[in-house]
Structures are given as structure tokens and as C-alpha cells.
């Protein structure tokens, strides 16, 4: 964060002084109160808990900005206290003054799936030639959105961000927030329909997207071939629009896409040019999040060349469909970091895509996002009859919520014997034991908080032979 007098932060957000004094230097801002707290910190009392100082008694120039003074308590002669009126105003007047103070490129990264793995890639591509500030791996939540931008600084450049929808609104406070030049939209898919009352309201709140884009100076990077995009973004109100994909609508194109060791060989065109590309990872979702990525850096002056040569050092993304060693030479896709309907199908596509000849299995667990009832119950459904189309051998159905995955794949006829419904690490490996050979392709898809309970913790590593813990 950028040093600020108090005095400087006032002048944004108003407000009175009803205790202490003085005009010290500002180094940390939070929007929480809590015990443990650095020295020269400024508190938006967003979440309006109790403070009681006495907790602080021992900091240096802390500074409270709040519209409820009577839950402050205890306070030292190390704390000023401001009161204001309407705290949200003096909240978002501070954000977009310190936004303000950086003219700096930011990239906003919207999507159901692949979100991560394409911030990763332009923050790896970016690093050589750039000071990039960005999302910490696949932290995106809207509590850390104020962390993220003061976390810019006088000697940050490029700050990319992973910009995630949990319900209506959720887009419009990051899009608000960090007030992107630079806006890419991967795909819109199923997912968090916890807080969505229907899939038809999550498309429609991905479409926030646009929210406060210059639509003159500001660029809107979009997958041509995804559907539903089409139908929650006009873009003919934007002067740039970038389009990505394997269509001819597309701008960078790829074409001849194949797999091989390590991950995917491509053909990208641009502008009337083609180039031999080469992406670690595998499927063909991981060629869309490399489009992405080189659409996005090309804007920054990084030649099409120049991004090739980095992206074929892609550091992949842990527990995101990496190719692990497993027990007795079989392989494992660890794919185990999250879940959705999206990111699933595309996980069994790369499993069929790689078995050649092996026996293949599937650990399908729950989608965390998609919460309850007929719209995730429908969304479970279809992942068992993808499961089914695409050929898996042994289906494993890890876990109460995802025992509709394990009932639609037999309704359309997979063998009653080769479908399992299991609730345990231990259970799983009962069915896995036989299985775990050379001629066997297995896919993890049970999300990184089931897999880290201690029945699970124990089938990871029984299955698994080199792997990150």
C-alpha cells in the first residue's frame, strides 16, 4: 500500500474526530476489526463487531472510521476514533480515491471455470517485463477485494484479478472496486446456484461484467464460442472487443489442436499470421484459457512469439487436472481443487481423451456452489449421463449430495456393477485396491475440502505417489 497521511484520507471520506489526536501515517487498511493488528492500521468498521482496545493497547497509530462509536471501547491514546454518518460512503469514497491514484493497467478475469489457471498464465507470462500484482492463487472472494487493492503499490505495474459471482451484485462490488480497464470473460456455466435462485439469474449476473466500463477506452476480451455469453453481453456498445476461440469469429484463433506429452499442441491464428503453440495442461478448455491469456498480454505489447515461449513454461495450477504418478504405475488427473458442472464435463472429456485402452475411473464428488434443490439436483443428473457418454468404466460417486451422479448414470444404463456410491476415503479405496495398475487412468474430481478430511487424506495418499504434501 502506498503511504497516506490521515489527514489526506479524511479529506476522501469526511468524518469527525471523537477521540485521540494527530495526523499519523497510514500503511494498512482494513474493512474488519480484529485482535491482532499491525501498527499505522486504518479501520473501515465494515463488519461493525465489538472493538474493545485494550487489544491494542500496544500498537502504534491505529485509526477507526465507524458510524457506530458506542461498540468502541477501552481505547488508548494510540487510537483516534472518527465517527461518520454513513460509513458505505466513506468505505467506497476511500476505494476510489486510493484507485485513483494508480494509472496502471488491471485486468479483471471473469468466469465459471478456468478463472485461476488464466490469471496464472498472464502473471507468469507478464512477470519478466513487469511488476504484476494479482489474486492469490484461487483467493477471490469479495472480502478480500479491499486487501487486493491496497495491496498495489507505487512500484506495482499490471495487477491482474480474478473477479468470481456468488449471487446478484457480486461482480458489480469487484467491477467497482478495482475498476478494470481490462475485462475477460472465459465461459458462463453452472455454478453458484446456492445463491442464485435459478442458472438463468447466474448467466444474467455475470453480465456485470460491463458494469462502469469506459466504453470507448475500455476492452472486453470474450470466448466467441460460448453461448450464453451471447446472450447476457451487447457488446456492440464497446469500441474494443477481443474475441478468443476456435471459430472464425475469433480473433486469436486456434486450430489443430492435439494432445501430447505434457499437455496441448496448437495452431494459433492472428491477424492473417499463424504460430505452432504448445500449453502444459491437458483438454481443450486449457487451450481456451491460453487464447485467453495471450488476447490479454498482446494489449500490454507482449508479442504473440514472446507469449508462446512463456506460456510452454506454464507452471499448472496444483490440484487443477495435473497429471500425478499414482500406486502400481497408474496415473491420476488431480482435479480436486473445486468443482462445478462445467469444470467436471470438461475433466471427463480429458479423461476419455487420454485412457487409450486403459480402464478408466472416475471419483465424481459434490459441487459445493450448487447448494440445493431441482436446479442442482438437475445439474447432478447430467454429469452422471456424462459421465456414462463419455465412457467411464467404474464410477465412484463420493458423498451424499453426489449420489445423483451415481442413479442418472444407471438410469441410462451403466452397469449396475460398475457404479459405486461411497461416503468415505476408505470405501473408495475399497473399490480403487483392484484397480490400481498400469493400465488404469483415474480422475479425481472430489473438491480440495472433502479431500483434506482424514479418511481422504489417507485414500491421496495411498493412491498417490508423488504428489505436493
Known amino acids: 500500500?502506498?503511504?497516506?497521511?490521515?489527514?489526506?484520507?479524511?479529506?476522501?471520506?469526511?468524518?469527525?474526530?471523537?477521540?485521540?489526536?494527530?495526523?499519523?501515517?497510514?500503511?494498512?487498511?482494513?474493512?474488519?476489526?480484529?485482535?491482532?493488528?499491525?501498527?499505522?492500521?486504518?479501520?473501515?468498521?465494515?463488519?461493525?463487531?465489538?472493538?474493545?482496545?485494550?487489544y491494542w493497547k500496544y500498537n502504534k497509530s491505529i485509526v477507526i472510521i465507524t458510524?457506530?462509536?458506542?461498540?468502541?471501547?477501552?481505547?488508548?491514546?494510540?487510537?483516534?476514533?472518527?465517527?461518520?454518518?454513513?460509513?458505505?460512503?466513506?468505505?467506497?469514497?476511500?476505494?476510489?480515491?486510493?484507485?485513483?491514484?494508480?494509472?496502471?493497467?488491471i485486468i479483471g478475469i471473469i468466469g465459471t471455470c478456468g478463472k485461476t489457471t488464466t490469471k496464472e498464465m498472464i502473471r507468469q507470462i507478464l512477470r519478466k517485463d513487469y511488476k504484476v500484482?494479482?489474486?492469490?492463487?484461487?483467493?477471490?472472494?469479495?472480502?478480500?477485494?479491499?486487501?487486493?487493492?491496497?495491496?498495489?503499490?507505487?512500484?506495482?505495474?499490471?495487477?491482474?484479478?480474478?473477479?468470481?459471482?456468488?449471487?446478484?451484485?457480486?461482480?458489480r462490488v469487484a467491477c467497482r472496486c478495482f475498476q478494470p480497464q481490462i475485462r475477460l470473460l472465459l465461459n458462463i456455466g453452472v455454478h453458484?446456484?446456492?445463491?442464485?435462485?435459478?442458472?438463468?439469474?447466474?448467466?444474467?449476473?455475470k453480465g456485470e461484467i460491463v458494469e462502469g466500463l469506459d466504453p470507448i477506452n475500455g476492452t472486453l476480451i470474450l470466448n466467441a464460442d460460448d453461448e450464453n455469453i451471447k446472450k447476457v453481453i451487447d457488446e456492440r456498445k464497446y469500441q474494443n472487443v477481443v474475441y478468443f476461440g476456435m471459430s472464425e469469429r475469433s480473433h486469436f484463433r486456434a486450430k489443430n489442436s492435439r494432445y501430447t506429452e505434457g499437455g496441448m499442441n496448437f495452431t494459433l491464428e492472428y491477424k492473417g499470421e499463424s504460430y505452432g503453440a504448445f500449453v502444459p495442461g491437458y483438454g481443450a478448455h486449457n487451450i481456451y484459457n491460453a487464447l485467453a491469456a495471450i488476447a490479454a498480454v498482446s494489449l500490454l505489447g507482449i508479442d504473440i512469439p514472446t507469449s508462446i515461449q512463456r506460456l510452454a513454461l506454464f507452471e499448472q495450477v496444483e490440484e487443477h487436472l495435473e497429471m500425478k504418478q499414482g500406486t502400481n504405475g497408474c496415473i491420476?488427473?488431480?482435479?480436486?481443487?473445486?468443482?462445478?458442472?462445467?469444470?467436471m464435463a470438461a475433466a471427463l472429456q480429458v479423461l476419455k481423451e487420454l485412457s487409450n485402452g486403459k480402464t478408466t475411473i472416475a471419483l465424481l464428488g459434490y459441487m459445493p456452489q450448487l447448494g440445493e434443490g431441482p436446479h442442482a439436483s438437475q445439474q447432478y443428473e447430467e454429469m452422471g449421463k456424462k459421465a456414462a457418454e463419455t465412457g467411464v468404466d467404474v464410477l465412484v460417486a463420493v458423498g451424499e449430495e453426489a449420489?445423483?451422479?451415481?442413479?442418472?448414470?444407471?438410469?441410462?444404463?451403466?452397469?449396475?456393477?460398475?457404479v459405486h456410491f461411497c461416503q468415505t476415503g476408505d470405501e473408495v479405496y475399497e473399490v480403487l485396491h483392484p484397480y490400481l495398475n498400469d493400465q488404469t487412468i483415474i480422475l479425481l474430481k472430489v473438491t480440495h475440502r472433502v479431500m483434506k478430511k482424514p479418511t481422504f487424506k489417507a485414500l491421496r495418499k495411498k493412491m498417490i505417489v508423488k504428489d505436493h504434501e
Open 332 to 343: 491420476v488427473l488431480d482435479d480436486s481443487w473445486n468443482s462445478s458442472p462445467l469444470s
Open 67 to 105: 458510524d457506530r462509536p458506542d461498540l468502541c471501547t477501552g481505547l488508548g491514546d494510540q487510537v483516534i476514533l472518527i465517527r461518520t454518518d454513513d460509513l458505505e460512503d466513506a468505505y467506497w469514497k476511500f476505494i476510489g480515491y486510493y484507485r485513483k491514484l494508480f494509472d496502471i493497467p
Open 192 to 205: 453458484h446456484l446456492a445463491d442464485c435462485e435459478s442458472p438463468e439469474e447466474y448467466m444474467k449476473a
Open 1 to 54: 500500500m502506498r503511504d497516506l497521511a490521515l489527514e489526506e484520507i479524511l479529506t476522501q471520506t469526511g468524518g469527525d474526530v471523537l477521540h485521540g489526536s494527530g495526523n499519523p501515517i497510514i500503511k494498512h487498511v482494513m474493512d474488519y476489526s480484529a485482535k491482532d493488528i499491525e501498527d499505522h492500521t486504518l479501520v473501515i468498521h465494515m463488519d461493525r463487531e465489538r472493538i474493545r482496545g485494550k
Open 403 to 418: 449420489e445423483g451422479i451415481g442413479k442418472a448414470a444407471l438410469k441410462i444404463g451403466m452397469d449396475p456393477n460398475r
Open 133 to 171: 500484482k494479482a489474486t492469490w492463487m484461487s483467493m477471490n472472494s469479495m472480502s478480500v477485494n479491499l486487501h487486493y487493492l491496497t495491496g498495489i503499490d507505487d512500484q506495482t505495474e499490471v495487477a491482474v484479478f480474478e473477479m468470481p459471482v456468488a449471487y446478484p451484485g457480486y461482480l
